[in-house]
């Protein structure tokens, strides 16, 4: 039972444009919802979140929306730079118990 | 502050040895977690500890997986016998509290990876 979902495997976006990566959710307990990026060879590392309460959240070039009706969420970054290559995690997790589950990742390529 | 730590970073074992990974969380971090991330997959979670109870191991295979936390700080993650299917990066994090402007954001390691031939 895969409660989070990332449908596209893999991305590629020209270097200096918009990238979007998307996630999808089945539980509705769900009240947090995070972005994590991962190296080869790294543990994976934060880069935004957002709670239930909210629908946008921005820090610099990375924007994550949520669309609760749609148990949907995409993180958005603005240009895209090479660096950004790598693989994207959404989680989700339940504030009572504090488990987070993952998606199964999007790997983003940016061009130069 | 020091990030989470985790040894070995890597170990090649045989199939049916066994095999135990070590990670020691950001200090005064309560919730410590293990995941399993096999190649091409998201991070599956193997157990949950709150200080040293565990709060969810219900993908934990006991049969073949143990866990540990014995003094809430540092723990412990043992396979035996291991199968080639546990092939895979064991991913150490821990969590603060939960308080006004917390982000949510789980702390990981660098990971162990596990190849079993």
């Known amino acids: 039972d895969q409660q989070v979902k990332q449908n596209s495997p893999s991305l590629s976006v020209q270097e200096g444009r918009i990238s979007i990566l998307n996630c999808d959710y089945t539980?509705?307990?769900?009240?947090?919802f995070l972005w994590y990026k991962k190296y080869p060879a790294e543990g994976p590392t934060f880069l935004i979140s957002i709670s239930s309460i909210k629908d946008k959240n921005e820090d610099g070039r990375f924007t994550v929306f949520l669309n609760k009706s749609a148990k949907h969420l995409s993180l958005h970054i603005v240009p895209s730079q090479p660096g950004d290559s790598a693989v994207y995690f959404c989680?989700?997790?339940?504030?009572?118990?504090?488990?987070?589950?993952f998606g199964t990742g999007t790997r983003l390529k940016v061009l130069a | 502050e020091a990030g989470v730590a985790q040894s070995p970073r890597y170990k090649i074992i045989e199939k049916r040895q066994s095999v135990a990974f070590w990670c020691n969380p950001i200090s005064g971090h309560a919730t410590l977690y293990w995941y399993q991330q096999i190649l091409g997959q998201g991070p599956k979670l193997l157990i949950q500890?709150?200080?040293?109870?565990?709060?969810?191991d219900s993908q934990l295979p006991k049969d073949r997986f143990s866990a540990e936390r014995l003094k809430g700080v540092d723990s412990t993650l043992k396979i035996q016998p291991a199968k080639l299917e546990d092939s895979a990066v064991y991913l150490c994090a821990s969590r603060a509290v939960a308080e006004v402007g917390w982000t949510g954001e789980l702390f990981f390691g660098e990971g162990s990876r596990l190849t079993v031939l």
């Open positions: 989680a989700a997790s339940y504030s009572g118990t504090y488990k987070y589950i």
């Open positions: 539980n509705s307990m769900f009240d947090y």
């Open positions: 500890f709150q200080n040293n109870g565990v709060v969810d």
